[in-house]
């Protein structure tokens, strides 16, 4: 299966997803918005953002990549309380347990099928499987995750409530920030060397 031709339906969520998800965590502004620091002057330039375009010619990808326009890409989007990230998932990949304390995620699945969950502050799992043309919002600040459980590669575009939604990996946030393995040990009721197994492989 060839990998699909973004011209159409990128452009076709950028239509759809320019209402941004609500009770977004970024401060209003009383500015139109925001200039870089010892900037007096912008034009048009400041306002656009190229670095999607590689997503037209590109190859389907061998590892699951997040392409996004945060803040931090795109400065123009400070103060504005929205962003965009581009997913893209090989077959089999996945994009680990993660969340993103300041801001829901509306993700718009354009090819391919994925499996998602969230969990939410009871410990109760919600899961589906999308297929192309579906949406998903995963609340703001839950666990969560995406499978591309089938045979071919799938795409996604996820719109966030903030400029800078934040990402806290789950497996990476545990296993390698350098807490003590007695303490994850504990934590997991497992052993020290599991522990030190699981660091090895995050590494």
Known sequence: MAFCDLRSPFFL???LATSRVVLAGDPDITSDFVLPPNTNAVN?????FTGMRSLLDSSPPTNFTVLKATMAEFPALGGQSVSYAVLTFPAGSVNPPHTHPR???LLFLIDGYLEVGFVDTTNKLYTQTLQPGDLFVFPKG??????CNAQNPAI???AFGSA???TVSVP???F??????GILAKSFKTDAATVRKIEAGLA
């Not at 048009?44 to 656009?48: A, L």
């Not at 390698?176 to 393995?181: A, F, K, L």
């Open 164 to 166: 800078s939604p934040g």
């Open 13 to 15: 969520l950028l239509a």
């Open 44 to 48: 048009g330039s400041f306002f656009t």
């Open 103 to 105: 801001s829901a995620e």
């Open 156 to 158: 996604a575009i996820s």
């Open 172 to 174: 990476k946030a545990v």
């Open 176 to 181: 390698t920030t350098g807490i003590d393995d």
């Open 142 to 147: 839950l666990v969560h995750y995406q499978y």
